[in-house]
T-cell receptor, first 111, second 114 residues
């Protein structure tokens, strides 16, 4: 079945360092979504990318969708302690409304 | 602002007991999803509904789990009988039902089965 893989599983960075998480799908995606889950919280939608090669920015966060629409990345510049949490990517299945979620990347930031 | 609500937020029960979790989707959303999250398995889709009809419950153990939407404002997930391995956080999410649908998650129910 359709799979979405994320790496790394876990990253611990010093505050101010950059962070990147990568997402790869086994199939071409019509779109990719990113969610953030704070410790003890619930996943919260961050952004959706639709076009091949699309790049979107939200303040210090930069999201990219690959040209082949099978991979994506989230880059955080100059991490802050408020960035801690788990970042999930998710892509829709071919038919229906389901999303396939990656396993997530846990980000910890040392101050 | 509109949110998905879930009750109870925490539940501790003993093995063999029935557990019912409730979810109120965002008004106007016509898709509802139930997920289970554990450290080992991550976020697993258990079941989902569109316009109150169950579309996929392949992720759900059929012998003990059941999911229903008695009306558009209420979704339920029931476990009977519960087992210690059911201990997890259960999230409900809702969406507008479009092809590129964003999902809005509730705060979750943290279930502990002793």
């Amino acid at each position: 079945g359709q799979q979405v893989m994320q790496i790394p599983q876990y990253q611990h960075v010093q505050e101010g360092e950059d962070f990147t998480t990568y997402c790869n799908s086994s199939t071409t995606l019509s779109n990719i979504q990113w969610y953030k889950q704070r410790p003890g919280g619930h996943p919260v939608f961050l952004i959706q990318l639709v076009k091949s090669g699309e790049v979107k920015k939200q303040k210090r966060l930069t999201f990219q969708f690959g040209e082949a629409k099978k991979n994506s990345s989230l880059h955080i510049t100059a991490t802050q302690t408020t960035d801690v949490g788990t970042y999930f990517c998710a892509g829709p299945v071919r038919y229906g409304n389901k999303l396939v979620f990656g396993a997530g990347t846990i980000l910890r930031v040392k101050s | 602002d509109a949110r998905v609500t879930q009750t109870p937020r925490h539940k501790v029960t003993e093995m063999g007991q029935e557990v019912t979790m409730r979810c109120q989707p965002i008004l106007g959303h016509n898709t509802v999803f139930w997920y289970r999250q554990t450290m080992m398995q991550g976020l697993e889709l258990l079941a989902y509904f569109r316009n109150r009809a169950p579309l996929d419950d392949s992720g759900m153990p059929k012998d003990r789990f059941s999911a229903e939407m008695p009306d558009a404002t209420l979704a339920t997930l029931k476990i009977q009988p519960s087992e210690p391995r059911d201990s997890a956080v259960y999230f409900c999410a809702s969406g507008l039902g479009g092809r590129a649908d964003t999902q809005y998650f509730g705060p979750g129910t943290r279930l502990t089965v002793l």
